[in-house]
T-cell receptor
Framework: DTEVTQTPKHLVMGMTNKKSLKCEQH?????MYWYKQKAKKPPELMFV???????INESVPSRFSPECPNSSLLNLHLHALQPEDSALYLC?????????????FGAGTRLSVL | EDQVTQSPEALRLQEGESSSLNCSYT??????LFWYRQDPGKGPEFLFT???AGEEKEKERLKATLTKKESFLHITAPKPEDSATYLC????????FGKGTRLHILP
């Protein structure tokens, strides 16, 4: 089973709202990732957690705040977003944080910021 | 600078018309080349990983090959359900994605 589960599937929020995206995997993977994907573009890496510690932050604005409560869960807290933050947000996991490991992706959360 | 370039950007084929997608890369230390399939509005689905030049992998109508500078995804006798965006990604110190090839198979 290579399933990564993301909730919610769709989210609409105003610029003053606070919301969270959730991601869960039960494959025993120790690395988890957040990506942002705009239409007809490849996924852009935002954050990497390896062994529950933040190992990579790709200079993401502070209005995006990741959290890894345990090795199976990954959250992305959203606050004061801008309309240009509307995108598909993808979570992925891999066995470890090494670049040679296969990343398995969730179905994504489609975020619209009004 | 590490780069991953996919070509063509888009490809339309008739059902049954075989073709190949290309992924060329320049990285300092290849730690794996990955092919994914992505349907609109969904997450990428893992297809293959290749680690060394000369390696080949097959799955149904798809076959992936790797050389020192590029990878090909060969699609044999495609069907309309093979229509999707195919993403190539290269592992160096992190994963770098190409822009993808949008494949459309006409019935």
């Amino acid at each position: 089973d290579t399933e990564v589960t993301q909730t919610p599937k769709h989210l609409v929020m105003g610029m003053t709202n606070k919301k969270s995206l959730k991601c869960e995997q039960h494959m025993g993977h120790r690395a988890m990732y957040w990506y942002k994907q705009k239409a007809k573009k490849p996924p852009e890496l935002m954050f990497v957690y390896s062994y529950e510690k933040l190992s990579i932050n790709e200079s993401v604005p502070s209005r995006f705040s990741p959290e890894c409560p345990n090795s199976s869960l990954l959250n992305l807290h959203l606050h004061a977003l801008q309309p240009e933050d509307s995108a598909l947000y993808l979570c992925a996991s891999s066995q470890s944080g090494l670049a040679g490991n296969i990343q398995y992706f969730g179905a994504g959360t489609r975020l619209s910021v009004l | 600078e590490d780069q991953v370039t996919q070509s063509p950007e888009a490809l339309r084929l008739q059902e049954g018309e075989s073709s190949s997608l290309n992924c060329s890369y320049t990285v300092s230390g290849l730690r794996g080349l990955f092919w994914y399939r992505q349907d609109p509005g969904k997450g990428p689905e893992f297809l293959f990983t290749l680690y060394s030049a000369g390696e080949e992998k097959e799955k149904e109508r798809l076959k992936a090959t790797l050389t020192k500078k590029e990878s090909f995804l060969h699609i044999t006798a495609p069907k309309p359900e093979d229509s999707a965006t195919y993403l190539c990604a290269v592992g160096d110190d992190k994963i770098i994605f190409g822009k993808g090839t949008r494949l459309h198979i006409l019935p």
